[in-house]
C-alpha cells in the first residue's frame, strides 16, 4: 500500500507553534493534491489545509493566518507549519494524498495544545 509518513506532532503550551511533515513516494507526490486533515475526539474529521500539485492552497477558516501548508518537492514531503495554536487545534492529525477517485491517508499524529 502507500504510504505517507508523519511526524512532528506533540505536546504545545497555547501561542507555541509546531510542524507536521509528511513524506509521500516521488511518484505519488508528483501527481495527487496534498493536504491536512484533523479529527477531534467525538467529531467529524475536517479538512484543515490542501496544496495541488500546482501550489495553490486552500485553509478552513479557522486557520487562515495561523496555519501555512507547504510542499517540498525534492523531498516527497508536505508540511504543516502550526503557530499561535490554540486548544481548540488539539486532534489528531492526517495526512492526506487525492487525485480524483484516489485517495491515501497517514496514519495520524497526535497535537495536543494546553491552555
Known amino acids: 500500500q502507500v504510504q505517507l509518513v508523519e511526524s512532528g506532532g506533540g505536546l504545545v503550551q497555547a501561542g507555541g507553534s509546531l510542524r507536521l511533515s509528511c513524506a509521500a513516494s516521488?511518484?505519488?507526490?508528483?501527481?495527487?493534491?496534498m493536504g491536512w486533515y484533523r479529527q477531534a475526539p467525538g467529531k467529524q474529521r475536517e479538512l484543515v489545509a490542501k496544496?495541488?500539485?500546482?501550489?495553490?492552497?486552500n485553509y478552513t477558516d479557522s486557520v487562515k493566518g495561523r496555519f501555512t501548508i507547504s510542499r517540498d518537492n525534492a523531498k516527497n514531503t508536505v508540511y504543516l507549519q502550526m503557530d499561535s495554536l490554540k486548544p481548540d487545534d488539539t486532534a489528531v492529525y492526517f495526512c492526506?494524498?487525492?487525485?480524483?477517485?484516489?485517495?491515501?491517508w497517514g496514519q495520524g499524529t497526535q497535537v495536543t495544545v494546553s491552555s
Open positions: 516521488k511518484i505519488i507526490f508528483s501527481i495527487y493534491d
Open positions: 492526506n494524498a487525492d487525485r480524483r477517485v484516489l485517495t491515501f
Open positions: 496544496i495541488t500539485t500546482g501550489g495553490s492552497t
